[in-house]
């Protein structure tokens, strides 16, 4: 089975905190999202990778950094981080197919405090 | 851009009941089309999906047809049960191989 894996269910940060959330995929697949879910919003992308050392922004990168220095891992940085960033946020992978689906981690609630 | 629109929801049935959650899309191309759930403090899973016009995907007893002439794939199940409670999302992907999410639909199964 793919398993994409976040580090952190849960995390409380305070106002101007540096964040780290990160993503590890274990079926070496290309593509890699950092998603954030909010009441009423849906998921809204915020970064996606196709390759190491690429990336791309999404809809809502005002705020948000992303890395990913190899294949497996995808990072998601907030550099200063504010109250309106507390969310649900999401990873997911997929291979580099367009029929194919995208698999999620778990998930992890930040609160920014 | 490509985008996908579900159904309003809270949507609220009986056990047993019919469950029909839509889901129309916009895109310049042949997407693939995916319903996604979420169960309570979880990420999301897939549920079924289908990649070209007339495909039916199913799973669990849930069914979606690929429908090209009316941009949709409405999600259906004969007779829900309380443990299908969840969020219910709708996608779609193409070309730039990001998937494009609908808002999501709550459902609710009262015993």
């Known amino acids: 089975d793919v398993k994409v894996t976040q580090s952190s269910r849960y995390l409380v940060k305070r106002t101007g905190e540096k964040v780290f959330l990160e993503c590890v995929q274990d079926?070496?697949?290309?593509?890699m999202f950092w998603y954030r879910q909010d009441p009423g919003l849906g998921l809204r992308l915020i970064y996606f990778?196709?390759?190491?050392?690429?990336?791309e922004k999404g809809d809502i990168p005002e705020g948000y950094s992303v890395s990913r220095e190899k294949k497996e891992r995808f990072s998601l940085i907030l550099e200063s981080a504010s109250t309106n960033q507390t969310s649900m946020y999401l990873c997911?992978?997929?291979?580099?197919?367009?029929?194919?689906?995208?698999?999620f981690g778990q998930g992890t609630r930040l609160t920014v405090v | 851009g490509d985008s996908v629109t579900q159904m309003e929801g809270p949507v609220t049935l009986s056990e047993e009941a019919f469950l029909t959650i839509n889901c129309t899309y916009t895109?310049?191309?042949?997407?693939?089309l995916f319903w996604y759930v979420q169960y309570p403090g979880e990420g999301l899973q897939l549920l079924l999906k289908?990649?070209?016009?007339?495909d039916k995907g199913s799973n669990k007893g849930f069914e979606a047809t690929y429908r090209k002439e009316t941009t949709s794939f409405h999600l259906e199940k004969g007779s829900v049960q309380v443990s299908d409670s969840a969020v219910y999302f709708c996608?779609?992907?193409?070309?730039?191989?990001?998937?494009?999410f609908g808002q999501g639909t709550r459902l609710t199964i009262n015993p």
């Open positions: 997911a992978s997929r291979p580099g197919r367009v029929t194919t689906e995208a698999f």
């Open positions: 079926m070496d697949h290309e593509n």
């Open positions: 990778s196709y390759d190491v050392k690429m990336k």
């Open positions: 895109a310049t191309g042949y997407p693939s």
């Open positions: 289908a990649t070209k016009a007339d």
């Open positions: 996608a779609l992907i193409q070309g730039a191989q990001k998937l494009v």
